[in-house]
Structure formats: C-alpha cells, structure tokens
C-alpha cells in the first residue's frame, strides 16, 4: 500500500523559508508524479506545485510562482517543496499526493487526478 508521510511544516514569519519533505513507500517512487496540495481553513484545497516522474517537468500555481520550487530524489523516495518569501496566506495544512497510474501525463492541478494522499502538516505564517 502506498503511503506518504510530510514533515518540516511549522511557524515561521512573513518572509521566511520552509522546506517541506514527502516520503513515499510502497512502490516504485520514480515511476510517478509527484503534487503539493494546500488547505487554509474554511477554504477549498488548492493546488500548489507538481513535479513528473522524471523530474524534467515541473508545474506551479501563480500564487506561489517564483517563490517556491519543488525537486524530488528518487534515491531517497523523497518530494521536496522549498517555499521562500512565505506570506501570511500560505498558512495552511499542505500535503503531498500522487497518481495511481505511472509514467502518465494528468491535469497536474486537478485533486481528483491524484490517489494517494499524505496526512499533511501545517504551515503558519505570521504577520
């Protein structure tokens, strides 16, 4: 069974750094895509960030374009989101998802395209 566990989340200032972690189990990580979704309280989860399976691709909503940038490590089954330049509306629970289906080209910012989902972790930004 595919499990995936976030880590790095917490409070930081307005204008600070963060860098999220997702670690993948229970297949072959280099065989799918990889997304960063986000929920802020009250509000519908939005698609933040999304990388190919090869890494080669990498997609971002405007909000965070050019402040954040998603890598993966496929040695270390591992996702990662840098955010820097945070602002007090990146503050919600983020999570990482993946499809169920490999090596395939989805609608990277649509929820329903992914399987798999992580428990999230929190990020809050202070003004």
């Known amino acids: 069974q595919v499990q995936l566990v976030e880590s790095g989340g917490g409070l930081v200032q307005a204008g600070g750094s963060l860098i999220l972690s997702c670690t993948a189990s229970?297949?072959?990580?280099?065989?799918?895509?990889m997304g960063w979704f986000r929920q802020a309280p009250g509000k519908e989860r939005e698609f933040v960030a999304a990388i190919s399976w090869s890494g080669g691709s990498t997609y971002y909503a405007e909000s965070v374009k050019g402040r954040f940038t998603i890598s993966r490590d496929n040695a270390k089954n591992t996702v990662y989101l840098q955010m820097n330049s945070l602002k007090p509306e990146d503050t919600a629970v983020y999570y990482c998802?993946?499809?169920?289906?490999?090596?395939?080209?989805?609608?990277?910012?649509?929820?329903?395209?992914?399987?798999?989902w992580g428990q999230g972790t929190q990020v809050t930004v202070s003004s």
């Open positions: 229970g297949r072959a990580f280099s065989s799918h895509g």
């Open positions: 998802a993946t499809p169920g289906v490999p090596q395939t080209v989805i609608v990277w910012y649509d929820p329903r395209e992914y399987d798999y």
